[in-house]
């Protein structure tokens, strides 16, 4: 620690010299210096502590895993005490098939279930067994699902930016890959009139500020899928145990036939898992696909989610999220109005969206924010341990901060 402190301020000119973009994480690479945090060194509830010392209350949540918080008792005791037995076999660990019992208990539609690291390698996944199942080849896709599989022209390649070119993917292969807008209707029947009978998946992530009021579009998804003989993925990267422990598929009552979940299973621990029909899952049980990963039973994330979805379902954790973060969502967007100052909190109250008229009065308001203590991203997350207290004390900051915006 000590040694770091004395390093305080570099951490960022570090990083770039010696990885491209100064993190792993495009989203996570530091952009609002000085103010935000250049690292983060240690993290506990719902607050995290920088190099310096200083101390901020955290709506980033490692970007949405940690849903019950940082350092979770129940969670590290789970680690620690697998820990002590080892941590990845060659042979199946018996947690690998408690775990997938337990996340077929809580996610509707999920009749099998099998487990990656990332979201994206599990997005991956689905789309070849999808592909597979079906004898179609082209792919549709709804928001952003992985870098991995971000091959459209026009594609989101970060959560929050599309690009029209996507350098490094043979076109032969972007082609079979078509982009299409939340709820844009008229182009993904569009896509349907032209290739319906040769597409395999449609994979949507939520739109987060859309999520309220999802159901029809996802409805309208499903009569499209079914009407062609496609497949319903859905992408429950960020949904999945925080809008509704199973997920897009419990908030809309709309089942899909496969789908993805990942942030909220372990709390930060890296586990991915894909799921669904059993008889659609089936093609890699009769090894026409074959999809395998040294990591996929590594016992320590596995404890890690077994903890962490026992936590959530027995612990009232989802009611704590929604309230939490209506009290934080009401309560900025009042301060924002009565600021005058054209931002909103818009969408599901477990991960609105800031909502920005001039994104220059956003990135000024972040700035802010994290001056006085504050750190948000893009979508803010909530947490199992944002007490009433912490969120009305992120209400007083954000007063303050707004206070210098207006200035
Ligand atoms: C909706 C969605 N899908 C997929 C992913 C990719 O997951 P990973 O970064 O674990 O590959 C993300 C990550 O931000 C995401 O938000």
Same mark, same amino acid.
Request: aromatic share 6%.
């Given at each position: 620690?000590?040694?770091?402190?004395?390093?305080?301020?570099?951490?960022?000119?570090?990083?770039?010299?010696?990885? %491209?973009? *100064?993190?792993?994480?495009?989203?996570?690479?530091?952009?609002?210096?000085? +103010?935000?945090?250049?690292?983060?060194?240690?993290?506990?509830?719902?607050?995290?502590?920088?190099?310096?010392?200083?101390?901020?209350?955290?709506?980033?949540?490692?970007?949405? %895993?940690?849903?019950?918080?940082?350092?979770?008792?129940?969670?590290?005791?789970?680690?620690?005490?697998?820990?002590?037995?080892?941590?990845?076999?060659?042979?199946?660990? %018996?947690?690998?098939?408690?775990?997938?019992?337990?996340?077929?208990?809580?996610?509707?539609?999920? +009749?099998?279930?099998?487990?990656?690291?990332?979201?994206?390698?599990?997005?991956?996944?689905?789309?070849? !067994?999808?592909?597979?199942?079906? *004898?179609?080849?082209?792919?549709?896709?709804?928001?952003?699902?992985?870098? /991995?599989?971000?091959?459209?022209?026009?594609?989101?390649?970060?959560?929050?930016?599309?690009?029209?070119?996507?350098?490094?993917?043979?076109?032969?292969?972007?082609?079979?890959?078509?982009?299409?807008?939340?709820?844009?209707?008229?182009?993904?029947?569009?896509?349907?009139?032209?290739?319906?009978?040769?597409?395999?998946? !449609?994979?949507?992530?939520?739109?987060?500020?859309?999520?309220?009021?999802?159901?029809?579009?996802?409805?309208?998804?499903?009569?499209?899928?079914?009407?062609?003989?496609?497949? /319903?993925?859905?992408? +429950?990267?960020?949904?999945? $145990?925080?809008?509704?422990?199973? *997920?897009?598929?419990? $908030?809309?009552?709309?089942? %899909?036939?496969?789908?993805?979940?990942?942030?909220?299973?372990?709390?930060?621990?890296?586990?991915?898992?894909?799921?669904?029909?059993?008889?659609?899952?089936?093609?890699?049980?009769?090894?026409?696909?074959?999809?395998?990963?040294?990591?996929?039973?590594?016992?320590?994330?596995?404890?890690?989610?077994?903890?962490?979805?026992?936590?959530?379902?027995?612990?009232?954790?989802?009611? =704590?999220?929604?309230?939490?973060?209506?009290?934080?969502?009401?309560?900025?967007?009042?301060?924002?109005?009565?600021?005058?100052?054209?931002?909103?909190?818009? *969408? =599901?109250?477990?991960?609105?969206?800031?909502?920005?008229?001039? +994104?220059?009065?956003?990135?000024?308001?972040?700035?802010?924010?994290?001056?006085?203590? /504050?750190?948000?991203?893009?979508?803010?997350?909530?947490?199992?341990? =944002?007490?009433?207290?912490?969120?009305?004390?992120?209400?007083?900051?954000?007063?303050?901060?707004?206070?210098?915006?207006?200035?």
């Amino acid at each position: 620690m000590a040694q770091m402190q004395s390093d305080a301020t570099r951490w960022r000119e570090r990083a770039l010299a010696v990885m %491209p973009v *100064g993190s792993s994480t495009n989203s996570k690479a530091p952009a609002l210096l000085p +103010e935000e945090p250049e690292v983060i060194v240690r993290g506990r509830g719902c607050r995290v502590w920088d190099d310096r010392g200083r101390e901020f209350i955290d709506y980033r949540n490692a970007l949405g %895993p940690v849903t019950l918080g940082y350092a979770d008792a129940r969670v590290d005791a789970a680690i620690r005490a697998q820990l002590d037995d080892g941590i990845l076999f060659g042979h199946p660990h %018996p947690l690998e098939t408690t775990t997938a019992e337990l996340f077929c208990s809580l996610v509707p539609g999920a +009749e099998a279930a099998r487990f990656l690291k990332t979201g994206g390698e599990a997005l991956a996944a689905l789309i070849r !067994i999808a592909r597979a199942h079906t *004898g179609h080849d082209r792919i549709v896709q709804i928001g952003y699902n992985g870098w /991995l599989n971000s091959l459209a022209p026009g594609a989101r390649v970060l959560p929050g930016a599309t690009s029209a070119q996507v350098p490094g993917v043979p076109a032969a292969l972007a082609e079979l890959h078509h982009a299409v807008d939340w709820d844009d209707r008229e182009t993904l029947d569009e896509l349907f009139a032209a290739h319906g009978s040769q597409i395999a998946l !449609i994979l949507v992530a939520a739109d987060y500020p859309s999520v309220p009021g999802a159901t029809d579009f996802y409805r309208h998804l499903r009569a499209t899928a079914d009407a062609h003989g496609a497949l /319903l993925g859905y992408d +429950e990267m960020v949904t999945g $145990f925080r809008v509704a422990l199973g *997920g897009m598929a419990e $908030f809309t009552g709309v089942l %899909p036939d496969l789908s993805v979940f990942g942030k909220g299973v372990a709390n930060g621990m890296p586990l991915s898992v894909y799921c669904g029909r059993r008889d659609v899952l089936s093609v890699l049980d009769r090894g026409e696909v074959v999809v395998s990963s040294t990591y996929g039973g590594e016992t320590l994330s596995l404890a890690a989610a077994s903890a962490t979805m026992s936590a959530m379902r027995d612990d009232g954790v989802i009611p =704590h999220l929604h309230a939490a973060g209506a009290r934080l969502q009401t309560g900025m967007n009042a301060l924002f109005a009565a600021a005058g100052v054209e931002l909103r909190l818009v *969408g =599901h109250p477990t991960c609105p969206q800031f909502v920005a008229e001039d +994104e220059r009065m956003l990135q000024t308001f972040l700035r802010a924010a994290f001056r006085h203590g /504050l750190s948000f991203y893009r979508v803010v997350y909530v947490n199992a341990a =944002h007490t009433d207290a912490d969120i009305d004390e992120t209400l007083q900051r954000v007063h303050a901060a707004l206070a210098e915006v207006r200035t």
